[in-house]
């Protein structure tokens, strides 16, 4: 199973969010240990932009459990035509779809109703896995 990783996810467990930070972390640990996950390569610069002074060594421990979706022109104009609200969810979408994902993972269900890629819940992602 190939599953694309959205930035909340990601931000849960850089950022200890609670209540989210269980689940999201479980869903990490469940890549490193063996499974298949990726990041858009937006969502690192989201992560870098948002946690400043500790992006980076966690964007480096990341990128040993997960790979990034190889995206370019074509993708991001199948972004920008997806009947998604939120642009940004819809280029999580279009990186999913690139890269052959299952699943995206993600809290923000309800910006993926037209997603091409089926979105989970991390607590809903981690009950499929078991």
């Known amino acids: 199973m190939k599953v694309l990783?959205?930035?909340d996810v990601l931000l849960d467990?850089?950022?200890a969010r609670a209540p989210h930070l269980t689940a999201s972390a479980d869903v990490l640990r469940w890549a490193e240990a063996g499974g298949t996950a990726a990041v858009a390569w937006h969502s690192l610069t989201n992560?870098?932009?948002l946690l400043k002074d500790s992006g980076r060594p966690f964007l480096e421990q990341l990128l040993t459990i997960v790979a990034v979706a190889t995206v370019g022109t074509a993708e991001a104009k199948r972004a920008?035509?997806?009947p998604m609200r939120d642009i940004e969810d819809a280029f999580q979408s279009a990186a999913a779809l690139a890269w052959g994902a299952d699943f995206i993972?993600?809290?923000?269900?309800?910006?993926y109703r037209?997603?091409?890629v089926r979105a989970l819940s991390?607590?809903?992602?981690?009950?499929l896995s078991a």
């Open 80 to 82: 920008l035509a997806l």
């Open 13 to 15: 467990v850089a950022l």
């Open 5 to 7: 990783l959205d930035s």
């Open 47 to 49: 992560c870098a932009y």
């Open 122 to 127: 991390p607590a809903a992602f981690l009950k």
């Open 114 to 116: 037209h997603s091409p």
């Open 105 to 111: 993972i993600t809290r923000n269900l309800s910006d």
